[in-house]
């Protein structure tokens, strides 16, 4: 069953890894309903992605975008699921 899901990233030095983070996120375009960035002036980059799928799908997309370095990624997934 699809689930929704938000995940928040905190992008420490977006310059180096803005590329690889949006290449995953394309990747995943099918899923994604709506996202958010927000860039600070110290130089860090704060993503807020809302996506709808299956939990694997959901488990993929936060664990390849955790596993940029440079990216810290929290997923909270809502209980109830989309008929």
């Known amino acids: ?5 938000v995940i928040s990233a905190i992008l420490e030095e977006p310059h180096k890894c803005n590329t690889e ?3 995953i996120v394309s990747s995943f375009r099918g899923s994604i309903r709506g996202r958010m960035g927000i860039p600070f002036e110290e130089g860090i980059s704060v993503i807020s992605i809302t996506v709808t799928g299956e939990l694997n799908d959901i488990n993929s997309l936060t664990g390849k975008l955790g596993n940029i370095e440079g990216v810290t990624v929290k997923t ?4 109830k699921e989309l008929v």
């Open 1 to 5: 069953m699809k689930k929704i899901a």
């Open 21 to 23: 983070f949006n290449d």
């Open 76 to 79: 909270a997934i809502a209980k």
